[in-house]
């Protein structure tokens, strides 16, 4: 456009108020102008959990059976101490693109990663146990169910739980990178946004399952997918979770300390902010093309 504008010419100019759109609207604006670096922000992601991989080399030990499941099991739990913290370099930086701030993002994955480790490794091994246990407990329940109906009923609160526990999910990492609450304190927060925000925790919820689904039946047409999916699933859930911490968690402590809170909003002045240049295109006056002065023409 910029070849075939006349930007001397008087018009409405920039919005001031780029929020006004409707949200999928501005989640589309926002993923496809930032879409170089969140296929980038993947790769850093997988980078951080090369770790993770080191449990393959359980395959290749001479090891009794019993002695191999356990080791496996003991690994994967471990691992969550490099997953926890990976996970909240990978949501800081998407809150950040969806809040649409500056974003640097080699050295903001590795700034949080490095600050919220403690909580970050804790998270994930709690993560970690928890997929073990759930890999226990659905094929004993159902295979119980089957020979006894009583036990249908402890494998549909496994599936209730697990189905909260993903949830809050949507919640937890972005309350570790983005307060100081205790790891205790963050996981009830999230228990009571994923059920206040209860149609916003279905939502994505259900994009998740299907885009998974979708990715693991169509496999390997999808593999390219795996460059594009963490990333839009994690700004999916920062752009429609974060708000709600911010309205919820963040803005209630400042409002009970009678502060104002910072970057309550990253696109509109506040109504105590100076305006450092005012847009007021009606009372702008279009400039006259400047005339041309006669002789010869200089080339620079």
């Not at 919220?116 to 998270?123: S, W």
């Not at 902010?273 to 080339?299: C, L, N, S, W, Y």
Request: proline share 5%; charged share 15%.
């Amino acid at each position: 456009m910029g070849l075939f504008s006349n930007y001397e010419k008087v018009g409405k100019g920039v919005s001031k108020d780029p929020d006004n759109k409707i949200a999928l609207f501005r989640f589309i604006d926002i993923y496809t102008s930032h879409f170089s670096k969140l296929v980038a922000l993947n790769f850093i992601f997988l980078l951080a959990l090369l770790p993770f991989a080191g449990i393959m080399f359980v395959e290749y030990l001479d090891l009794e059976v019993s002695v191999y499941y356990i080791l496996m099991y003991v690994l994967f739990v471990l691992s969550g101490i490099f997953v926890g913290p990976a996970i909240c370099g990978f949501m800081k930086v998407l809150r950040n693109i969806s809040c649409r701030r500056p974003v640097f993002i080699w050295a903001d994955y590795w700034r949080a990663f490095r600050l919220n480790f403690k909580q970050g490794a804790i998270m994930g091994v709690i993560d970690m146990f928890a997929v073990v246990a759930m890999s226990f407990a659905f094929p004993l329940y159902y295979r119980l169910g089957e020979e006894n109906s009583f036990f249908n009923i402890p494998f549909l609160i496994c599936i209730v739980v697990t189905f909260i526990f993903i949830m809050m999910h949507f919640y937890i990492y972005l309350l570790i990178v983005s307060t100081n609450l205790s790891l205790w304190q963050i996981l009830r927060n999230s228990l009571f946004l994923t059920a206040i925000e209860i149609k916003t925790s279905v939502i994505n919820l259900l994009t998740t399952v299907i885009l998974v689904l979708a990715s693991v039946l169509l496999f390997p047409w999808t593999v390219l997918l795996l460059i594009v999916l963490p990333s839009f699933l994690g700004l999916l859930y920062a752009f429609n979770c974060f708000p709600a911490i911010r309205q919820h968690i963040i803005k209630p402590y400042y409002d009970e300390r009678g502060e104002e809170m910072p970057d309550l909003s990253y696109t509109q002045p506040t109504e105590e902010t100076e305006a450092v240049f005012v847009d007021t295109p009606e009372t702008e006056i279009p400039q006259e093309p400047p005339k041309k002065k006669k002789g010869k023409k200089r080339i620079r």
